[in-house]
């Protein structure tokens, strides 16, 4: 035999779902802002030829750098707009600074 659902039940279950989904949210952004930044010197970074500012990119050891790109105009970079230092799905568990640069640079669509 089936249970009928009321609407007001239905409703209540929704907006629950609503509430949760914004918990996990916050949460993965507060997990996010607790990442450690990722430096120059990290081992990764220096095979991949990571700056924190694309300005400082030398076109010489980096010939596919091109003037403009940087980590906020690449696709691999997450995260909201405007904050200085975002996820990368390059750089797994480590914040990059949105104004860098490494040669995994790929256009954001």
């Given at each position: 035999?089936?249970e009928?659902?009321?609407?007001r039940?239905?409703l209540?279950k929704?907006?629950?779902?609503?509430?949760?989904?914004?918990v996990?949210n916050?949460t993965?952004?507060?997990q996010a802002?607790?990442?450690?930044?990722l430096?120059?010197?990290d081992?990764?970074a220096k095979?991949l030829?990571?700056?924190d500012?694309?300005?400082?990119v030398?076109?010489?050891?980096?010939?596919?750098?091109?003037?403009?790109?940087?980590?906020?105009t690449?696709?691999?970079?997450?995260?909201s707009?405007?904050?200085?230092?975002r996820?990368?799905?390059i750089?797994?568990?480590?914040?990059?600074?949105s104004?860098?640069?490494?040669?995994?640079?790929?256009q954001?669509a």
């Open positions: 035999m089936s009928s659902v009321s609407r039940n239905a209540k929704l907006l629950m779902l609503a509430g949760a989904a914004g996990l916050r993965r952004q507060a802002a607790e990442l450690p930044h430096t120059p010197d081992p990764t095979a030829g990571y700056e500012d694309a300005a400082k030398d076109p010489k050891q980096n010939p596919t750098y091109k003037a403009g790109q940087a980590c906020h690449c696709a691999q970079l997450q995260g707009e405007g904050q200085a230092w996820p990368c799905n750089f797994a568990g480590k914040l990059v600074n104004n860098g640069w490494c040669r995994v640079w790929v954001k």
